[in-house]
T-cell receptor, first 113, second 113 residues
Framework: QKEVEQNSGPLSVPEGAIASLNCTYS??????FFWYRQYSGKSPELIMSIYSNGDKEDGRFTAQLNKASQYVSLLIRDSQPSDSATYLCALDMTTDSWGKLQFGAGTQVVVTP | DAGITQSPRHKVTETGTPVTLRCHQTENHRYMYWYRQDPGHGLRLIHY???????DKGEVSDGYSVSRSKTEDFLLTLESATSSQTSVYFC????????????FGPGTRLLVL
């Protein structure tokens, strides 16, 4: 059983619409949550980090965390073709602060003009 | 971009040969990580380092060893390469572990024949 689950997609989103990505996890002790974006053939880059329940907004991106339900989501508003990428959910499931992240397999997003 | 380089960027080798991948950073970050990325699995942690000569195993460490003799360099060695180690290898760095962003290097594509 995977500890971090994401729908693999592809998630097809019309340009200008909202893309909604979900990530569920198994460890209730997880404290730190991250969303990375990865373009094909490139390395992951951080979009958002969130540590407490609720919403966190940064530009067109909103991360939502619900620890009781064990999910974290990412909303991309006004989706652009440049948002077409794979989005990776990552969690630090440890309590030792070494930054040992566990990643989901990623959701591919395709924004269509 | 964070100052992280990986070498080589591409390598083809034969089963049974040793292979060493190098990660070099110019950011003076304390933490360094080696991940592998395979389709359907996302990124998986191989080994990590929390200081010079301080290293520990990650999720998929069998068949790999690491060394860190200087802050800026983190070496990953495949002791006897197998076809199952064909993958894309990413190095990442972080300044303070747990809640700190991890910045990823450009990756090394390794093919073991």
């Amino acid at each position: 059983q995977k500890e971090v689950e994401q729908n693999s997609g592809p998630l097809s989103v019309p340009e200008g619409a909202i893309a909604s990505l979900n990530c569920t996890y198994s460890d209730r002790g997880s404290q730190s949550f991250f969303w990375y974006r990865q373009y094909s053939g490139k390395s992951p880059e951080l979009i958002m980090s969130i540590y407490s329940n609720g919403d966190k907004e940064d530009g067109r991106f909103t991360a939502q965390l619900n620890k009781a339900s064990q999910y974290v989501s990412l909303l991309i508003r006004d989706s652009q073709p440049s948002d077409s990428a794979t989005y990776l959910c990552a969690l630090d499931m440890t309590t030792d602060s070494w930054g040992k992240l566990q990643f989901g397999a990623g959701t591919q997003v395709v924004v269509t003009p | 971009d964070a100052g992280i380089t990986q070498s080589p960027r591409h390598k083809v080798t034969e089963t049974g040969t040793p292979v060493t991948l190098r990660c070099h950073q110019t950011e003076n970050h304390r933490y360094m990580y080696w991940y592998r990325q395979d389709p359907g699995h996302g990124l998986r942690l191989i080994h990590y380092s929390y200081g010079v000569k301080d290293t520990d195993k990650g999720e998929v460490s069998d068949g790999y060893s690491v060394s860190r003799s200087k802050t800026e360099d983190f070496l990953l060695t495949l002791e006897s390469a197998t076809s199952s180690q064909t993958s894309v290898y990413f190095c990442a760095i972080s300044n303070s572990g747990g809640e700190e962003t991890q910045y990823f290097g450009p990756g090394t594509r390794l093919l073991v024949l």
